[in-house]
């Protein structure tokens, strides 16, 4: 181990945990301080909208103290928050104290948006870590009243595990049909039907206009007047990046969310300070776009590639790829890759009120999309074809 400010690595989620791997892995000896705000190690967040809320309550830890203390010689820093940013003495100032850096990786996350309008009161809940998690599965339980503000990947997913734990689910939407930036139009109505087919009621292009409720919420009215009971109201109308602490330290940020503007190397506009995961804008020249995404496969995936771009400068590489994420409703299985951003869609497998489908979205003649429902084995061929630039042609005739 070398005795300089090394490696510094902000946010222990999964972006976080890609980086310090792969930094390793690839053969860097020097040092790595791990920072992250929660006291618990680090661990996967997508099940805790699924089988953490469903049936075990089980943490699916990405890695042991001891895998990262001792197999990966990392100085790991947990409940530490992380103040500000002094870019030109390269320092973390923290509530640990100051601490040095000579390559930065920025991953801290996203923050669930908040409802200004919304009081603080018990049973008000919003979904980000393992603690938030743990006291939603503790009130949804068999007859609860619970009702979700917002349709989107992680409150249907919320919205799915509830009705599965016996509790009566109401999903309260403010667009006409859910999920239009992530699938689009078509597909977000055909996905979004399946909560009333299993039970679920959402009501779209509605909004809350108050709480119930004194020390504990006990239901919410909806502009036009309906009166809804609820036991828990549990708050999912998306996240933005987590970079408030970044305001004062000269890094260039979106002005439409606060995420950190990259280049496709994932570099900040500050020397040796490169972004990965939910906080990272970067052009990805495989679809001509600048995206920032907020799933699973691109944290792992740009942790790793961060790490090795600011490790290994002489040999850095864009970072390109074809987006995919997936979710599980009620049983089903979800699966998207590419953009959204399209000129037409068309189903050319099933339908969208069948159990299964597939969806190709073109730009021009060009496919740059796919979404599917219970057609697990065929997205990735979907993948690699986005990937290799190929036709809407060429990917209708493989089915």
Not at 2 to 8: F, Q, S, W, Y
Not at 352 to 365: H, N, Q
Request: aromatic share 6%.
């Amino acid at each position: 181990m070398t005795g300089d400010p090394g490696l510094v690595v902000v946010g222990t989620g999964l972006a976080g945990v890609s980086a310090v791997q792969a930094a390793r892995r690839d053969g860097y000896t020097g040092s790595i301080t791990f920072v992250g705000a929660e006291r618990h190690l680090p661990y996967n967040r997508p099940p805790l909208s699924k089988a953490f809320l469903e049936v075990d309550g089980v943490v699916d830890y990405l890695a042991t103290e001891d895998e990262l203390r001792n197999d990966l010689s990392v100085d790991l820093r947990l409940g530490c928050q992380v103040l500000s940013l002094d870019d030109d003495r390269k320092i973390l100032r923290t509530s640990d104290g100051p601490i040095p850096y000579d390559r930065l990786i920025i991953a801290t996350g996203a923050s669930p948006r908040v409802l200004s309008h919304l009081p603080r009161m018990a049973g008000i809940e919003t979904l980000r870590t393992v603690d938030d998690a743990t006291r939603i599965r503790s009130a949804i339980v068999p007859g609860a009243d619970v009702v979700i503000i917002g349709a989107g990947f992680i409150g249907s997913e919320i919205a799915s595990s509830a009705r599965k734990r016996g509790a009566k689910v109401t999903i309260v939407e403010a667009s006409p049909v859910p999920l239009v930036r992530a699938v689009g139009e078509v597909v977000g109505a055909a996905i979004s039907d399946l909560h009333r087919r299993n039970g679920t009621r959402l009501l779209c292009s509605a909004q809350i206009e108050r709480v119930i409720g004194q020390d504990h919420v006990e239901g919410v009215r909806l502009v036009g007047g309906e009166l809804i009971a609820a036991d828990l109201v549990v708050v999912g109308v998306g996240a933005a990046p987590a970079t408030g602490w970044l305001a004062d330290s000269g890094l260039e940020l979106s002005p439409v969310d606060g995420g950190l503007i990259c280049d496709r190397y994932l570099r900040t506009s500050a020397d040796g300070v490169y972004a990965a995961g939910d906080v990272a804008h970067w052009p990805n020249g495989l679809l001509d776009t600048t995206m920032r995404l907020e799933n699973w496969t691109n944290a792992a995936d740009q942790g790793a590639h961060a790490a090795l771009n600011a490790l290994f400068p002489d040999r850095a590489e864009p970072y390109e790829t074809v987006p995919y994420f997936w979710s599980d409703w009620y049983g089903n299985r979800i699966q998207f890759v590419g953009t959204a951003i399209a000129d037409a869609v068309s189903f050319v497998s099933g339908g969208p009120d069948e159990e299964a489908f597939v969806a190709l979205f073109r730009r021009g003649d060009r496919l740059v999309g796919a979404a599917t429902l219970n057609e697990p084995r065929k997205i990735m061929k979907l993948r690699r074809l986005i990937a290799q630039n190929e036709l809407v042609a060429s990917a209708v005739a493989t089915f």
